[in-house]
């Protein structure tokens, strides 16, 4: 199922993930279209504990997909020898962006601060997975993220790199 909904600019909002979703619709979100926004449950407000949502972005033969982030801010708190760990598990709410449409495809990038919003990301193709979870625990509030994403040329050399 696909929702579409508009917000004050114009750019439309697609594929939202609810917290009245069953699971499997959130955990297989399908967007074949060459631009839209994505957003975590409930933003600008806080997101709710507890979820995972998935979204597969499909665009245009000969394409690729650059995902930018507007806004990004997910709960951190994850800390060894005062070094930052960005891990996936149980008590880390986290992004993960994969080049393709399957979880063993090549990894992008996995994003959880909530002080830098990642530089824009992009894919080698055509299609891109992008899922969020957020840990268990009630007591983290974050706004989490909105991000567009938008067909462009394949094989043109960008100036902008992915940041790992």
Not at 88 to 114: A, E, F, Q, W
């Amino acid at each position: 199922m696909l929702y579409i909904f508009s917000d004050p600019v114009g750019m439309r909002v697609v594929g939202l993930c609810l917290k009245s979703n069953p699971i499997y619709k959130n955990k297989n979100i399908q967007l074949q279209m060459p631009s839209g926004r994505i957003q975590t449950p409930n933003y600008p407000s806080f997101y709710p504990p507890n979820m995972v949502c998935t979204w597969k972005i499909t665009v245009s033969k000969g394409k690729r997909i650059k995902l930018s982030f507007e806004s990004f801010k997910l709960y951190f708190s994850v800390f060894t020898d005062n070094i930052r760990q960005c891990k996936p598990g149980p008590t880390v709410d986290y992004l993960s962006v994969k080049d393709g449409m399957k979880k063993t495809s090549s990894s992008l990038g996995i994003y959880c601060d909530y002080i830098l919003k990642p530089a824009p990301i992009y894919s080698s193709g055509r299609h891109m997975l992008i899922s969020f979870h957020s840990a268990s625990a009630s007591s983290r509030v974050e706004t989490g993220f909105r991000a567009r994403f938008q067909e462009v040329e394949k094989g043109k050399w960008n100036n902008e790199i992915n940041l790992f």
